[in-house]
């Protein structure tokens, strides 16, 4: 059973989604994870559903930073009984432009 780490939606909503992509980088570390999901969104259209699958604690972190810095949505992050997480994000238009303001 997964259990709900943050995020908006809970467990069985994000078990529901189909991932229009999947970034398996289990067993990688800082910032490998990030560098994978970062240049797995380049090929995907705004709304698509990525699903990074990692088993480093750190990955929550790292998670939260870069939708902020890339302003994709997080739509959640659970964690099964073997401490692998499952990170749910929502694609946007990409990045802001630098004339624009940071979002809060």
Do not use: F
Not at 28 to 40: D, F, G, H, M, S
Not at 76 to 89: A, M, P
């Amino acid at each position: 059973m997964k259990q709900k780490v943050l995020g908006p939606l809970e467990p069985a909503e994000l078990e529901a989604l189909r991932p229009d992509a999947v970034v398996d980088a289990q067993g990688l570390l800082c910032p490998v994870p990030i560098a994978r999901l970062n240049e797995r969104v380049k090929d995907l259209p705004p709304q698509a559903v990525v699903l990074l699958v990692n088993d480093d604690p750190a990955v929550v972190l790292d998670v939260v930073a870069w939708c902020k810095s890339t302003r994709h949505d997080l739509l959640g992050i659970v964690k099964d009984d073997q401490d692998v997480y499952y990170c749910y994000v929502r694609t946007t238009q990409g990045p802001r432009r630098r004339s624009e303001p940071p979002a809060r």
